[in-house]
C-alpha cells in the first residue's frame, strides 16, 4: 500500500485530490496538511511514501517543505510529487533542485495522478524529460555552477560519466542501453552507482546535476 501524503492550503483541492486517490488500488492517503511546515511536521510523522505538493502556499511554500523534506535523513524514503499550474516556472525549478522526484500540472487527468504516484512511490521520475530540459535551460543560467560539488565527478568511472551526461539528456535506461550497445541491466547498475556516488536521490536529480555542473550546456544536443 503505497501511503501519501497531501499538501494545499485550499481545502476543495486536497478533497478532490483525496477522492481520488482513495478510489485507486494500492494507494491510502494518511494525512492532510494546509501548509508546507505542517506538511514537513506530518511526514516526520507519518513517513509517507509520497507527498503531494502544492508550490504556493501561505508562510512555508512548497518549495522550502520540499527542501526541508529532502534534507532530511530520516525522510529518505518519502518521496516529493510537485503540484504546479504551470511547467515552465522558476518555482518548479525551485523544487527540482530541492529535491523533488517530479511534478505534474494542476489539471492532469485523475489517471494519471494516480499512475505518477506509483511511479514515484517506485523510486522512478514522472516529469517528461522534454519538459524537464525545457524547464532547465530557461533557469540554469541563473545559478551559479556547482564548482563546489564538481569534484564529486571524479569519483564517476569513464562510462559512469557517459551515463549522466545521456541522463541528462533525458534518455530512458532502454534508450541509454541501445546508445551504448548494453543490456538495461548493465544500465539499471551504472545509474544506481551514478545516483549513490553523487548522492542524489533520483533520475531528475542527475539531470539537475548534469545542467548545473556544466557537463551539458543549455541549447546542447
Wanted: hydrophobic fraction near 50%; charged fraction near 25%; charge should be negative.
Amino acid at each position: 500500500m503505497i501511503r501519501v501524503l497531501l499538501a494545499d492550503d485550499q481545502t476543495l483541492v486536497r478533497t478532490g485530490f483525496r477522492l481520488i486517490l482513495e478510489r485507486a488500488a494500492g494507494v491510502d492517503v494518511v494525512g492532510e496538511a494546509g501548509d508546507g511546515a505542517e506538511a514537513v511536521a506530518l511526514t516526520a510523522e507519518l513517513r509517507p511514501d509520497v507527498v503531494l505538493m502544492d508550490i504556493r502556499m501561505p508562510g512555508v511554500d512548497g518549495v522550502e517543505a520540499t527542501r526541508r523534506i529532502c534534507g532530511d535523513p530520516a525522510a529518505a524514503n518519502s518521496r516529493v510529487l510537485v503540484l504546479t499550474t504551470f511547467d515552465l516556472d522558476e518555482y518548479v525549478y525551485a523544487a527540482l533542485r530541492a529535491g523533488a522526484s517530479g511534478f505534474l500540472l494542476k489539471d492532469t487527468l485523475a489517471r494519471d495522478l494516480v499512475a505518477a504516484v506509483h511511479v514515484v512511490a517506485r523510486g522512478e521520475a514522472v516529469t517528461a524529460p522534454s519538459v524537464t530540459r525545457r524547464l532547465l535551460e530557461r533557469y540554469v543560467a541563473t545559478v551559479p555552477v556547482l564548482t563546489a560539488s564538481n569534484g564529486a565527478l571524479g569519483l564517476l568511472t569513464e562510462r559512469e560519466l557517459e551515463i549522466l551526461v545521456l541522463l541528462g539528456r533525458g534518455m530512458s535506461n532502454a534508450a541509454i542501453a541501445r546508445c551504448l550497445r548494453v543490456t538495461e541491466g548493465t544500465v539499471k547498475t551504472h545509474v544506481s552507482r551514478v545516483l549513490g556516488k553523487l548522492d542524489l536521490r533520483d533520475r531528475v536529480q542527475a539531470v539537475v546535476y548534469a545542467y548545473e555542473s556544466g557537463l551539458i550546456l543549455a541549447g546542447s544536443d
